[in-house]
């Protein structure tokens, strides 16, 4: 009796081991199919953030501080792989993107601002590698030379709105200039040519303003609003909600008072590479919108599929 008993006991205990052993195996199966889902699942979204007067990096009062720094919670609550953010603020004759080893240098790229301004931090990592795909994507489609900057930070275009949206500074970021020289086509094709990053979970942010013209700013204006600001984003909020891109495209001569919305292109030749890296069959869908000044949209669009 003794001998079967302890028999027994062992073929149980086999058995527990065993099905133990099993279920284990099949999680462990289970939980590499989810996380090869997740990394394969890659971005369809890419975003156009009108970052407008640097002071957004301190002032409450601006709601579209506010909306950043719930753009996580929100807007986008995947976290992505790594950013690739275009800033009005670089401007290059050939595409450039920096890539930087380490944490990046916070550029202070503004004069004449409260101090503590000067004293903000945004040391996220650069990626060399995804300025090298960002190179060779370029250069693939006809975009050559592509210059890679391996000392230039982030500017105030870049650092003020993901120190907001991503304020841990632990996604690797990558910043892409602007050619004024070029036309709003020239941008539109350039992110068409970075689609593909998408697919490896790379965030793509254009940066800028959806109206820029510092010079027609009203301090004193209170909460009403310019005519000819509130027209020109009044056409290219429709235009986007609409997926009219070519339209878009051809701002200059189809929009209201373009001129005096951009008299230079910088902070809005952003949003053609956000487009147009959303490729077809998608349209805009406007995230945020206020005013500050009387002339400074700080109107925010995101780029998806059309019917989501």
Sequence with gaps: MHAKSIFF???????????????NFTNRIETKKESSSMENKGIKETFY????????SIDDSLPARHFLKSFQQKVFPEKPKAILIISGHWETSDPAVNAISGPSETI?????FPDPMYRLKYPAPGSPDLANRVKQLLQKTGFGPVQVDRKRGLDHGAWVPL????????IPVC?????????AAHHYRIGKALAPLKDDGVLIIGSGAATHNLRLIDRQGGDSVADWAYEFDNWIKKALLEGRYEDVNDYEEKAPYAKVAHPRPDHFYPLHVAMGAAEENTRGELVH???????????SYKFTEKGE
């Excluded at 202070?108 to 004449?112: E, I, L, N, S």
């Excluded at 120190?163 to 632990?170: E, F, N």
């Design 163 to 170: 120190m907001l949206m991503y304020p841990a500074a632990d």
């Design 49 to 56: 953030i009108s970052h407008g007067a640097p002071t957004l």
């Design 9 to 23: 006991i062992y073929s149980i205990g086999c058995l527990c081991f065993c099905i133990i052993f099993t279920l």
């Design 289 to 299: 919108h206020s005013w500050s000044y009387g002339t400074l949209s700080y109107a």
């Design 108 to 112: 202070h790229d503004f004069y004449g």
């Design 175 to 183: 910043q892409l200039s602007v050619q004024t020289h070029k036309d």
